[in-house]
């Protein structure tokens, strides 16, 4: 298994302001992803992280808006740009092999 | 395409009673296929998973799970459910690098 740490936990953040979220895992992974939790929504695939290249953003999320860093194997970072109250979400890291996915506890984001 | 359905967004058990959690998928191949639970401010926690084999899956908790395939189901269940398991369950279904959740089944446990 993986563990995987996501700091900040939480933060309150002005609107046109970014944030970066910053995902550890214990432990070398091939693939690290970053998905949105919308208030009483399920989870959405924003992007898959790849070290060494840049990350692939699934439809309706662009690289400008949500930018993410993969150094190494086992750190990767979200920002989320230009803020509006529509960002607040919770944001959640997750690693894992083909088989079995991972995940932070989330970074409950709110913007106001 | 994949897709999961959660036919129950939100259900209420006594402490002590059966619980069953509905989940049917939609998937072209043999689906990989997963139950997490998601307790207030925190990430998601693996109960089980499915991927051949045995239908019957046992997972953390006491959970179970049995994959029908003729019903496209992936049900979750638990004989006795106790007031620390109110949370979110999730379904989810396919690989890490394309999995599909489900909308969420929010479980209150009354006393």
């Known amino acids: 298994s993986a563990v995987i740490s996501q700091k900040p936990s939480r933060d309150i953040c002005q609107r046109g302001t970014s944030l970066t979220i910053q995902c550890q895992v214990d432990?070398?992974?091939?693939?690290m992803f970053w998905y949105r939790q919308q208030p009483g929504q399920s989870l959405t695939l924003i992007a898959t992280?790849?070290?060494?290249?840049?990350?692939?953003?699934e439809s309706g999320f662009v690289i400008d808006k949500f930018p993410i860093s993969r150094p190494n194997l086992t750190f990767s970072t979200l920002t989320v740009s230009n803020m509006s109250p529509e960002d607040s979400s919770i944001y959640l890291c997750?690693?894992?092999?083909?088989?079995?996915?991972?995940f932070g506890q989330g970074t409950r984001l709110t913007v106001v | 395409a994949q897709s999961v359905t959660q036919p129950d967004i939100h259900i209420t058990v006594s402490e002590g009673a059966s619980l069953e959690l509905r989940c049917n998928y939609s998937?072209?191949?043999?689906?990989?296929l997963f139950w997490y639970v998601q307790s207030p401010g925190q990430g998601l926690q693996l109960l089980l998973k499915?991927?051949?084999?045995?239908?019957l899956v046992q997972g953390i908790k006491g959970f179970e799970a049995e994959f029908k395939r003729s019903q496209s189901s992936f049900n979750l269940r638990k004989p006795s459910v106790h007031w620390s398991d109110a949370a979110e369950y999730f379904c989810?279904?396919?690989?890490?690098?394309?999995?599909?959740f489900g909308a969420g089944t929010r479980l209150t446990v009354k006393p």
């Open positions: 997750s690693a894992g092999q083909y088989t079995e996915a991972f």
């Open positions: 989810a279904v396919g690989t890490i690098n394309d999995m599909r």
């Open positions: 499915y991927f051949s084999g045995d239908t």
């Open positions: 998937y072209g191949a043999t689906p990989y």
């Open positions: 432990s070398q992974v091939t693939m």
């Open positions: 992280a790849n070290q060494g290249s840049e990350a692939t953003y």
